[in-house]
């Protein structure tokens, strides 16, 4: 059963997480790479935070952190459930994911489409640590907060992440 929320608890769901709605969708984006997929994440996350928000805790984790969270929980439940539909119908049940490359960029000049497609062909894990970090500007904390991985984690797979990358820009160079 879910408690109603009180003119106060809104307020504070209201100032504390919409602002945050573009960073939300930017890691959206990387996550699901295909633009439409990264809106509906984005509307079942903040769906999914306006429920949960009397469990936000401001001492533990800050509000940022906190909706990654929610966020990255809430597209590990997509992607599962999809791959359960994909197990039993032999299909996704969806047309084929856009290309993260293929997306215009305001510098869709040869080196953006490069570096773009270079991180678009990271693992999942490695893509969301890079994206954190060295695109969004989080600190290994954050991104560890963000992620549900201790820092140490975040450490190895960026810099394994950040090794595939100059290995696979050396190569397309």
């Keep these: 059963m879910t408690e109603k929320m009180t003119p106060a608890a809104r307020r504070s769901y209201e100032t504390t997480v919409l602002p945050l709605t573009g960073e939300l969708t930017r890691k959206a984006v990387a996550l699901t790479r295909n633009a439409s997929e990264a809106d509906d994440l984005v509307q079942d996350t903040l769906v999914r935070a306006y429920r949960g928000w009397h469990t936000y805790d401001a001492e533990r984790c800050t509000p940022k952190a906190w909706l990654f969270t929610v966020l ?27 290309n993260m490359a293929a997306m215009p960029t305001p510098d869709a000049g040869d080196t953006g489409r490069m570096v773009r497609a270079a991180v678009d062909s990271l693992p999942a894990d490695f893509r969301a640590v890079v994206v954190a970090v060295d695109l969004e500007g989080a600190s290994y904390l954050e ?13 190895s797979r960026l810099s394994r992440a950040r090794a595939r990358l100059a290995v696979t820009l050396a190569e397309a160079a």
């Design 143 to 155: 991104a560890a907060a963000a992620l549900g991985v201790p820092k140490g984690t975040v450490m």
């Design 72 to 98: 990255r929980n809430t597209f590990r439940n997509q992607w599962q459930a999809l791959n359960r539909r994909r197990d039993v119908t032999g299909t996704a049940g969806r047309e084929g994911v856009t």
